[in-house]
Each structure stands twice: as C-alpha cells, then as structure tokens.
Nanobody, 124 residues
Framework: QVQLVESGGGVVQAGDSLTLSCKAS????????MGWFRQAPGKEREFVAG????????YYSDPVMGRFTISRDNAKNTGTLQMNSLKPEDTAVYYC?????????????????WGQGTQVTVSP
C-alpha cells in the first residue's frame, strides 16, 4: 500500500507563487507516473500536471502551461508542483496521485493512489 501526503497549500494573492509537495510512503514507491489534479467547488476534478517517475517526462494542462512546473525527487519519494503567477481561477483543492502502470496521464481512473488534498486559495 502507498500513502501520499500533500503539503504546501495556503492562501495567496493573485500573481504570487506557491509550492506543493507530495510525499510518498509505504511499500517501495516506484510508480510509472505521478500526477497533480485539482477540484474547485462545484466542478469536477481535473488534471493539472504529470511526470513519469523514471525519466521525468512532463505533461501539463493548457490552463497551467507556462506557469506551473512539476518535478520529482526519486531518492526522497517526493513530487513537487511549483505554481507561479497564480490566478483566482487556480483556487481549488489540489491532489497528488500515482499510477502504477502506464496509462492515460490525464485520466483520473488511471491512478491507483491518491492523497487527501491540500487547499490552495488565490485572492484577487
């Protein structure tokens, strides 16, 4: 079993930056992909960014392209989402997830483990 714990959320102003972390623990952590998703009130959970664990290929949704950067530290079993130039529409609960086998990186159902989420609030 794998446990994922997010941290780093908070309340910031538009234009600010925030860094989210996702720490994995449990059995040997060697996913195919780690992804970040977010869910705003009244909306469906959506893909934000993903990274392949072994070779570090990155993928981003259009709304965050150029502003967010996903990375990982294999030795520390930790993934990071650096968020710059934050906008009020980025306000959401952010979740990290891991995918054991190769699958559609933006598809929620392709992920096996999820964290509990961390709130990010961006004020105008």
């Amino acid at each position: 079993q794998v446990q994922l714990v997010e941290s780093g959320g908070g309340v910031v102003q538009a234009g600010d930056s925030l860094t989210l972390s996702c720490k994995a623990s449990g059995r040997t952590f060697s996913p195919y992909t780690m992804g970040w998703f977010r869910q705003a009130p009244g909306k469906e959970r959506e893909f934000v960014a993903g990274i392949t664990w072994r070779d570090g290929r990155t993928y981003y949704s259009d709304p965050v392209m150029g502003r967010f950067t996903i990375s990982r530290d294999n030795a520390k079993n930790t993934g990071t989402l650096q968020m710059n130039s934050l906008k009020p529409e980025d306000t959401a609960v952010y979740y990290c997830a891991s995918q054991n086998l190769v699958g559609p990186i933006a598809r929620l159902q392709a992920y096996d483990y999820w964290g509990q989420g961390t709130q990010v609030t961006v004020s105008p």
